[in-house]
């Protein structure tokens, strides 16, 4: 029996850091969706116990590096399954690209290993799992939209945003999650994105409201630090992009329309500066 897992890229509409804490992560309160640019994962059980990872990408790694092979370790070794799985990842979301694939691959991976060998595990249990892989993890199980808090995998769903196009841009480089966080400082200065705002123009499905209501503290360090996400950011909106925000620690810059008239002209001025560039709706 093989199955089928879709793993989708998210979104933060919303990102803020309230504090570092004892335990070297930050406090966040951070509202994320998914968006349909999508990693695929197909599994099927191996006669030996042994984890095989494939994938058409060559630039992402297929043993225990990669979240989708650790997933499958954690799940075998919490619940004693002697029994080997075969992935093949098709990877289509950017990588180190603060969109979560990784992430979305792990959680994917869990959710197919619980069809695969019936282990009747709850969301809840699932999620508890992957918060052991990542703090997006717990998100990329639970899906649609949500607050979430501590570090990430304190999970409260919402409605979902309304809906509209979302034009994606990853420069050619790569971000260290852990290098933004560590030269940001809480409160020095900054400015924080409204969660009040956020849910209010996702209550009142005003898309004019939610772009207004964007933030993210990270953009401060990542637009410093890379000119290059600046400038796509700065492009985008000059482009015509109703709302437009860095995701995640980034480099990947989103732009929010409303119109499907102003595309093509967003996405063919951004292809001039980077080659990775989509065009998709939200999974609302």
Known sequence: MKIYEKAPAKINLLLDVIRKRDDGYHEVEMIMTMVDLADRLEMEE????????????????LDEKNLAFQAARLIKERYSVSRGVYFHLDKRIPVA????????????????????WQLGLTLEELEALGAELGSDVPFCIRG???????????LESIAPPPQCWVVLAKPPINVSTADVYGKFKAHEGQSHPSIPGMLDAIRRQSFQAMCDALGNVLETVTLHSYPEV??????????GADGVLMSGSGPTVFGLVAKETKLARIYNGLRGFCKEVYVVRMLT
């Open 46 to 61: 191996l006669p030996r116990d042994q984890i095989v990872l494939t994938s058409q990408a060559g630039f992402i790694p």
């Open 144 to 154: 649609g939209t949500a607050i979430a808090r501590g570090r990430g995998e304190v």
């Open 97 to 116: 690209a603060g969109l979560a694939g990784g992430s979305s691959d792990a959680a994917a991976a869990l959710r197919g290993l619980n069809r695969l």
């Open 230 to 239: 600046r400038q796509i950011k700065e492009c985008m909106v000059k482009l």
